[in-house]
């Protein structure tokens, strides 16, 4: 399978008062295969956000560089779809209006726009809500609108930082379920930045299992679970057997600093 994106040698640090430097990153090399679904899991504050800011082209690294279909991106913005946890919707824009505006900014009519989403929001669970504004959403509606603005940049790598965090348990299944189907019909490759181990097995071909700052990858845990997936793979051998996997790793950072 073709490598959709490589993090190559990569490290950030940043200037702190007093001349200090601050190292976030430390030597991150990862290759991730077109269409795969992978998640970033660690502590806070190991860099996960940082590594989707050089990814997306936002900040240059201090050394390594990004490259995507085996080119250079380093510091070029557009090369990915990109989603905060915040869902950052404009609230004088309606779902639709919203959800089309990577498209217009990249060129597209806005008639053009709305022809192609229309469709694909009332596919996947958003008919009825394509003219209401934001202020009427519940949070997961919120989400599922965000995530179709990112979705249709046209772009083939879509970044996802903690997009469900912020929703109750119900709601966050309902949309980790929902983010499969889209993930299914799009065929985007995903990156998906999360401190929920189970919500990263249940999603993912393989984490990618993170230290504390400096933040560095300890070890890539492939899932070896059947799809589609379903709620009862939590329940499985092999799914115990990833997450106690995956809990060894996250404890390995405490134990050194003890």
Same mark, same amino acid.
């Given at each position: 399978? *073709?490598? +959709?994106?490589?993090?190559?040698?990569?490290?950030?640090?940043? &200037?702190?008062?007093?001349?200090?430097?601050? %190292?976030?990153?430390?030597?991150?090399d990862l290759a991730i295969a077109s269409g795969r679904f992978v998640s970033l899991l660690?502590?806070?504050?190991?860099? +996960?956000?940082?590594?989707?800011?050089?990814? *997306?082209?936002?900040?240059?690294?201090? %050394?390594? $560089?990004?490259?995507i279909d085996g080119e250079d991106a380093t510091g070029t913005i557009g090369r990915v779809g990109y989603m905060l946890q915040k869902d950052l919707l404009l609230n004088w824009r309606t779902v639709l209006d919203?959800?089309?505006?990577?498209? @217009?900014? +990249?060129?597209?009519? =806005?008639? @053009?726009? =709305? $022809?192609?989403?229309?469709?694909?929001?009332? +596919?996947?669970?958003?008919?009825?809500?394509e003219h209401l504004y934001p202020n009427v959403?519940?949070?997961?509606? =919120?989400? $599922?609108?965000a995530l179709f603005r990112t979705l249709l940049c046209d772009t083939d790598v879509i970044l996802l930082?903690?997009?469900?965090?912020?929703?109750? &348990? %119900?709601?966050?299944?309902?949309? %980790?379920?929902?983010?499969?189907?889209?993930?299914?019909?799009?065929?985007?490759?995903v990156v998906f930045v999360t401190h929920d181990v189970d919500e990263a097995i249940y999603l993912s071909d393989e984490i990618h299992v993170m230290s504390t700052r400096p933040g560095r990858v300890l070890e890539t845990v492939a899932v070896d679970l059947p799809r589609p997936r379903q709620r009862g793979t939590v329940l499985s051998g092999a799914f115990t057997a990833v997450k106690e996997r995956c809990l060894a790793l996250l404890s390995e950072p405490a134990r050194e600093a003890a």
């Open positions: 399978m *073709a490598v +959709k994106v490589h993090v190559d040698r990569l490290s950030m640090a940043f &200037a702190a008062e007093g001349g200090d430097v601050l %190292q976030a990153l430390c030597d991150i660690g502590p806070s504050g190991c860099g +996960k956000s940082t590594l989707f800011n050089i990814i *997306a082209g936002l900040l240059q690294p201090t %050394q390594g $560089r990004i490259l919203n959800v089309i505006l990577g498209m @217009e900014l +990249k060129g597209v009519s =806005r008639r @053009e726009a =709305r $022809r192609r989403a229309l469709p694909l929001l009332r +596919k996947h669970g958003l008919e009825g809500f959403l519940s949070g997961g509606m =919120r989400q $599922r609108a930082d903690e997009p469900f965090a912020a929703l109750d &348990a %119900q709601t966050r299944g309902q949309m %980790q379920e929902w983010l499969l189907g889209l993930w299914a019909d799009f065929g985007k490759t």
